[in-house]
């Protein structure tokens, strides 16, 4: 009987040791659960850990104390302090994606006051100097993601070529197939933060430049390639509906209303003193009506016989008090000039000319006014024999967007040729602070070329067309 209760008791102890052991190595409590002060084990030392975590040491670096250690196969690693190992990252719904430190980041939400953000982490100019390549390959396939502040990016002659391009370019290249994608915040691009708490660079107005190239291989001698490229201001006040590739005035351009507006005529050749602008007739349209009582104020120039002209370094400004010499006519529809959405002029003009526009909104940082160019005569007339009447609209600029092929020809029995058609648009608004929708201005210009060559030896040809 005494044979029998002893065993009874040896059989006990032995299992209640093994299920000890086993809930140490695992992870888990039998008994009673020790009461007390929680430690943050991931904040303790490596030692520390080792010690009185060893069940934790085992769940993240899967090493028990009894194990061999041979680092033949697998190398030694030390232990990573804490703060070398970043900060916790989690998505937009709480959930847990990894662990480390944020390098790069530009994120832009609307609509709200100051949503566009650019940072760049301490550790992009310490670590990888301010210049990020990841890349990857499978087969034929090849992928590339850039993000700098100096990179060589060149799309093509008409299009996009830019020594110091700063922001993000991803590249992909296949045995026929070639893409690039470019984006950037050219207003306020950012700058490494000195510290891993500090914010990064807030905008709520900016200027974002997006591009994209292509390019496919047709047959063995030639290629045909589409480019597309966009610069526009972007508020992050609106809606992402309500911005445009177009562009949209931002919070400064729009700040007023226009009460003025100057227009400068010069000689768009003023070195050889002649033949500069000649203005025969002007006039003003306010929302599709014409306007004879806001008569302008010129300075400059010289008048003869009925006819204003600026030669040489002499320029002619004409100024227009809107504010001031503003009436409504029969056929308008508005009462003042704050209601005004849309302004046109109409020149008669002629000779070696230059047009150039500013308004009261229209202002550098200091205040003063800033010209843009309108239109400029072709070549270099001086017998009044282009006399041309001219239109357009007032407006700030909010965006410009180029279309571009190319077409290529690589060594076809000695030719080779090289072509390119470029669309160009430029976008502008007319800035008017009680409005949300406000008139949009378009200019059109056009570019392209052509270049051919043969090459039989010892003979060789070259021409081109532009």
Same mark, same amino acid.
């Given at each position: 009987?005494?044979?029998?209760?002893?065993?009874?008791?040896?059989?006990?102890?032995?299992?209640?040791?093994?299920?000890? +052991?086993?809930?140490?190595?695992?992870?888990?409590?039998?008994?009673?659960?020790?009461?007390?002060?929680?430690?943050?084990?991931?904040?303790?030392?490596?030692?520390?850990?080792?010690?009185?975590?060893?069940?934790?040491?085992?769940?993240?670096?899967?090493?028990?104390?009894?194990?061999?250690?041979?680092?033949?196969?697998?190398?030694?690693?030390?232990?990573?302090?804490?703060?070398?190992?970043?900060?916790?990252?989690?998505?937009?719904?709480?959930?847990?994606?990894?662990?480390?430190?944020?390098?790069?980041?530009?994120?832009?939400?609307?609509?709200?006051?100051?949503?566009?953000?650019?940072?760049?982490?301490?550790?992009?100019?310490?670590?990888?100097?301010?210049?990020?390549?990841?890349?990857?390959?499978?087969?034929?396939?090849?992928?590339?993601?850039?993000?700098?502040?100096?990179?060589?990016?060149?799309?093509?002659?008409?299009? =996009?070529?830019?020594?110091?391009?700063?922001?993000?370019?991803? @590249?992909?290249?296949?045995?026929?197939?070639?893409?690039?994608?470019?984006?950037?915040?050219?207003?306020?691009?950012?700058?490494?933060?000195?510290?891993?708490?500090?914010?990064?660079?807030?905008?709520?107005?900016?200027?974002?430049? *997006?591009?994209?190239?292509?390019?496919?291989?047709?047959?063995? =001698?030639?290629?045909?390639?589409?480019?597309?490229?966009?610069?526009?201001?972007?508020?992050?006040?609106?809606?992402?509906?309500?911005?445009?590739?177009?562009?949209?005035?931002?919070?400064?351009?729009?700040?007023?209303?226009?009460?003025?507006?100057? #227009?400068?005529?010069?000689?768009?050749?003023?070195? @050889?003193?002649?033949?500069?602008?000649? #203005?025969?007739?002007?006039?003003?349209?306010?929302?599709?009506?014409?306007?004879?009582?806001?008569?302008?104020?010129?300075?400059?120039?010289?008048?003869?016989?009925?006819?204003?002209? +600026?030669?040489? +370094?002499?320029?002619?400004?004409?100024?227009?008090?809107?504010?001031? @010499?503003?009436?409504?006519?029969?056929?308008?529809?508005?009462?003042?000039?704050?209601?005004?959405? %849309?302004?046109?002029?109409?020149?008669?003009?002629?000779? @070696?000319?230059?047009?150039?526009?500013?308004?009261?909104?229209?202002?550098?940082?200091?205040? %003063?006014?800033? *010209?843009?160019?309108? %239109?400029?005569?072709?070549?270099?007339?001086?017998?009044?024999?282009?006399?041309?009447?001219?239109?357009?609209?007032?407006?700030?600029?909010?965006?410009?967007?180029?279309?571009?092929?190319? *077409?290529?020809?690589?060594?076809?029995?000695?030719?080779?040729?090289?072509? %390119?058609?470029?669309?160009?648009?430029?976008?502008?608004?007319?800035?008017?602070?009680?409005?949300?929708?406000?008139?949009?201005?378009?200019?059109?210009?056009?570019?392209?070329?052509?270049?051919?060559?043969?090459?039989?030896?010892?003979?060789?040809?070259?021409?081109?067309?532009?």
């Amino acid at each position: 009987m005494r044979c029998m209760l002893y065993a009874a008791v040896v059989t006990a102890g032995v299992a209640l040791l093994c299920d000890a +052991a086993f809930a140490q190595r695992v992870g888990f409590l039998t008994g009673r659960e020790p009461r007390g002060v929680d430690v943050y084990e991931m904040a303790m030392t490596p030692a520390q850990r080792k010690w009185q975590y060893p069940q934790s040491l085992y769940h993240f670096y899967r090493w028990t104390g009894e194990e061999y250690s041979n680092y033949a196969r697998q190398n030694y690693e030390r232990y990573v302090s804490t703060e070398l190992e970043g900060f916790r990252t989690y998505d937009l719904y709480g959930n847990y994606i990894t662990r480390g430190f944020e390098v790069y980041n530009w994120s832009m939400d609307s609509p709200v006051t100051s949503g566009s953000t650019v940072r760049k982490g301490p550790k992009y100019s310490r670590w990888f100097q301010s210049l990020i390549v990841s890349s990857m390959s499978k087969g034929q396939f090849y992928s590339s993601m850039t993000i700098g502040e100096a990179l060589r990016t060149t799309l093509t002659p008409l299009t =996009f070529s830019k020594p110091a391009f700063n922001g993000v370019q991803w @590249d992909f290249a296949a045995d026929k197939y070639q893409m690039t994608l470019l984006a950037s915040r050219l207003a306020s691009p950012g700058s490494a933060v000195q510290f891993e708490n500090s914010l990064g660079q807030i905008l709520g107005d900016m200027t974002n430049l *997006f591009g994209m190239h292509s390019k496919v291989q047709l047959g063995d =001698f030639s290629k045909l390639g589409f480019t597309y490229l966009n610069i526009a201001n972007f508020s992050t006040g609106r809606k992402l509906g309500d911005n445009s590739l177009k562009g949209v005035l931002t919070e400064a351009q729009n700040g007023g209303n226009v009460e003025t507006i100057v #227009l400068r005529l010069s000689d768009d050749s003023p070195e @050889d003193g002649v033949g500069g602008a000649q #203005l025969f007739a002007e006039r003003i349209i306010i929302n599709g009506v014409d306007h004879p009582e806001i008569v302008p104020s010129p300075r400059g120039g010289v008048r003869r016989a009925g006819v204003i002209e +600026a030669n040489g +370094a002499e320029t002619l400004e004409l100024t227009y008090n809107i504010a001031r @010499d503003f009436r409504q006519q029969p056929d308008d529809e508005i009462t003042t000039f704050q209601e005004i959405s %849309e302004i046109e002029f109409e020149l008669v003009i002629a000779n @070696d000319y230059r047009i150039e526009i500013t308004s009261n909104l229209q202002v550098n940082a200091q205040g %003063e006014p800033v *010209f843009l160019e309108v %239109e400029r005569a072709h070549g270099n007339v001086s017998d009044g024999s282009n006399q041309r009447f001219i239109r357009f609209e007032y407006g700030l600029p909010t965006g410009k967007d180029i279309i571009g092929f190319n *077409f290529d020809i690589d060594d076809i029995k000695g030719f080779n040729m090289r072509s %390119e058609l470029a669309f160009s648009r430029a976008f502008r608004r007319f800035p008017n602070q009680n409005f949300l929708d406000h008139a949009l201005g378009q200019d059109d210009c056009l570019a392209y070329f052509l270049t051919a060559s043969q090459d039989a030896y010892p003979f060789f040809e070259y021409g081109d067309f532009y």
